[in-house]
């Protein structure tokens, strides 16, 4: 079976832009968090959907938004970009019920 | 952000020898926690839980150790083997929540 899968691998932007990053679900878990890992620290919760709907959230401003598709994959958008926005961009996600998060590899976005 | 554990510390083993990385956290309404393998390039890698209902968890070559009193989280990985070379991370969770606490991490460096 196939992993957690993220797109794209690397990106690259400039301040005030908007980026989508895209996330798909192991088969079976319907729900996924995003979390915003920078460079030397450890993962920082952005938010958790299941079953489309926002149950999570982090403490991160209203330019992270996420939304959840009726096959369980996820798209995380942030607006206006920040050169702190830079990071690397983690999608877990889960079955419902249990505590076990499988992580992707994650999307490295860099923003000069 | 929320964060468990302290900057990231590197620990030195020789190949073969057992590894011990600690990590403290900070809420005491946590009731779950788990320890995360994250090698250069890869998203964070399930390595083991524990409930707070028990004090240890042992798995293969890795055992978890959890005091409540004192709110620290240990990793002890038995026979430490190059490939364990990895940041570890511990995190927590409250059940009553769906947001994962990750602390920085420890860089984990394994001599031959």
């Known amino acids: 079976d196939a992993g957690v899968t993220q797109s794209p691998t690397h990106l690259i932007k400039t301040r005030g832009q908007q980026v989508t990053l895209r996330c798909s679900p192991i088969?079976?878990?319907?729900?996924v968090s995003w979390y915003q890992q920078v460079l030397g620290q450890g993962p920082q919760f952005i938010f958790q959907y299941y079953e489309k709907e926002e149950r999570g959230r982090g403490n991160f401003p209203d330019r992270f938004s996420a939304r959840q598709f009726p096959n369980y994959s996820s798209e995380l958008n942030v607006n206006a970009l920040l050169l702190g926005d830079s990071a690397l961009y983690l999608c877990a996600t889960q079955l419902e019920g249990v505590n076990e998060q499988f992580f992707g590899p994650g999307t490295r976005l860099t923003v000069l | 952000g929320e964060s468990v554990g302290l900057h990231l510390p590197t620990l030195s083993v020789q190949e073969g020898d057992n590894s011990i990385i600690n990590c403290a956290y900070s809420?005491?309404?946590?009731?779950?926690f788990i320890w995360y393998k994250q090698e250069s390039g890869k998203g964070p890698q399930f390595i083991i839980d524990?409930?707070?209902?028990?004090d240890k968890r042992q798995g293969q070559r890795v055992t978890v150790l959890l005091n409540k009193t004192v709110k620290h989280l240990s990793l002890q990985i038995a026979a430490t083997q190059p490939g364990d070379s990895a940041v570890y991370f511990c995190?927590?969770?409250?059940?009553?929540?769906?947001?994962?606490?990750f602390g920085t991490g420890t860089r984990l460096k394994v001599l031959a």
């Open positions: 809420n005491s309404a946590s009731d779950y």
């Open positions: 088969s079976g878990h319907k729900s």
């Open positions: 524990i409930r707070s209902n028990m």
């Open positions: 995190a927590e969770k409250n059940s009553g929540t769906y947001k994962y606490i």
